[in-house]
């Protein structure tokens, strides 16, 4: 990925990570992916280690050199071979299905530009179009085929609708992963100074979430949540610019600069 590019400057920040419980929840809303999130993994009692691990992955397929993003991607394949098995339906499933692993991308693609958008840069429309095609490169690393992902800004958009429209099924594997999500368990010693983080983040979570799927879940929200959410954007966006470049970049980033 060319340094000062869209998808360079939107993918090195941490502050990403503030989507990620948005992401988890959007992805095991397609009941396959949660069937399989539900029997590969454990993510009761670790609901983030999966997502930290697709970061890390992501990061270095889109900063490292060509043997490093190599590696980073074919080890992604590997740990999504052994992930198969029947959903809630009894339909089969394979992590390797094209069409999972365009849902998963999907919901890293945009939850990282909503979360860009609103902490740290509002994003042109052009620029957000540049990005979706500058992270192509991201999903043939995925094993997405080119002919299972849409093929351009617009037809991304089209694909995010109609997914959100009809896509998508809640089941009881989603709704538990997102009680995991949201409402950690945290080591009792750590709790107390840990409670302010985790209700930022669990403001976050909920409120960027869209607004039919959070129904569906029985999220509570209202008037009040999304004033204390936008308050919170605007206090993260005025503190984030002060904060050194070495705090803010995520680690395969930096080692890229």
């Not at 100074?193 to 039919?212: F, K």
């Amino acid at each position: 990925m060319p340094p000062g590019s869209v998808a360079w400057r939107v993918g090195s920040e941490g502050a990403l990570l503030l989507g990620g419980g948005r992401a988890l929840i959007l992805q095991v809303a397609h009941p396959q992916v949660a069937a399989g999130v539900a029997q590969h993994s454990n993510y009761r009692e670790s609901p983030w280690r999966r997502l930290y691990r697709t970061i890390e992955i992501t990061t270095r397929i889109v900063f490292g050199d060509q043997r490093e993003s190599a590696e980073a991607a074919e080890a992604l394949g590997r740990r999504h071979q052994r992930v198969v098995g029947r959903d809630d339906r009894g339909r089969s499933y394979r992590a390797l299905d094209p069409e999972l692993l365009m849902w998963v991308y999907a919901t890293l693609i945009d939850s990282s530009l909503l979360i860009y958008d609103r902490y740290l840069r509002r994003l042109r429309e052009g620029e957000m179009a540049l990005y979706y095609e500058q992270m192509e490169p991201v999903a043939d690393a995925y094993g997405i085929p080119r002919e299972a992902r849409p093929p351009d800004w617009v037809a991304f958009r089209d694909y995010w609708d109609e997914m959100l429209l009809s896509g998508l099924r809640v089941t009881e594997t989603a709704r538990d992963v997102a009680a995991s999500v949201l409402k950690p368990d945290l080591p009792l010693l750590a709790r107390p100074p840990a409670l302010p983080a985790v209700e930022a983040l669990r403001l976050v979570t909920v409120g960027t979430l869209p607004g039919s799927l959070r129904g569906e879940l029985g999220l509570s929200w209202g008037p009040l949540r999304a004033r204390l959410l936008s308050s919170s954007e605007l206090a993260i966006r005025q503190l984030l610019p002060r904060l050194p470049r070495a705090i803010r970049s995520f680690p395969a980033a930096r080692r890229a600069a």
